[in-house]
């Protein structure tokens, strides 16, 4: 019977340590849907986990905060999700660190609620301009490369960043209105408001979408050459 108790004990131990496993498992499945209920289980809690994503730029946290789990339709910001990470997404995610928020008023109407935030957030606009200022002779030089267009965005994105660190861009405060509906799974965005795509930006998409013309006339050229 020792070997017989040895037996017992070593299936005892098994047992608990299923046991506790188990009890793991499903201690962090509680945790996972308590958190990602609490989430959104307010107004307010649905405002504070859409800036959250905001300042991350966290394109799937951001979505899911959507009523239909949608909220971010644009491409310039999905193209550059291939690649080499994108340089420009860096960017942005950089920017978007430097935005912060306060909650000024929330308004419940039966279903539909309404959260106004003040958001403070990086105009970088000017450093863009700059920044497009100090790569044109680079960009000129590109050229003479085999890949003039992808060369002269990679200069022009590597200095924007260099630059973003060196310099602090000017804040400006935006005031934003999220429209909430009440859905099974808790508060929802109804859409991304017009403001909130001049912060995810940082108020630059003049600029870079002149910067983009000025890649391709790069290439434009490198192909008349």
Known sequence: DVVYSKQILRKGRMTMKRTIALLCALALVAFTLTACGSGYSSPQKTAQTFFAAVQSLDLDAINDCGENGRLVEWDLIQQTESGDEGQLLAFLRELAAKISYRITDTTVDGDTAAVQAAVDYADASMLVKSTMTDVMADMLMALLSDDGEADAQTRF??????????????????????SMVKTDDGWRIRELPDAMLTVLTGNTTEMLQEAAQTFSGVASAQVEA
């Open 157 to 178: 994105f590597a200095k924007l960043r260099e630059n973003l660190k060196a310099e602090t861009p000017g804040t400006q405060t935006v005031d934003v209105t999220l």
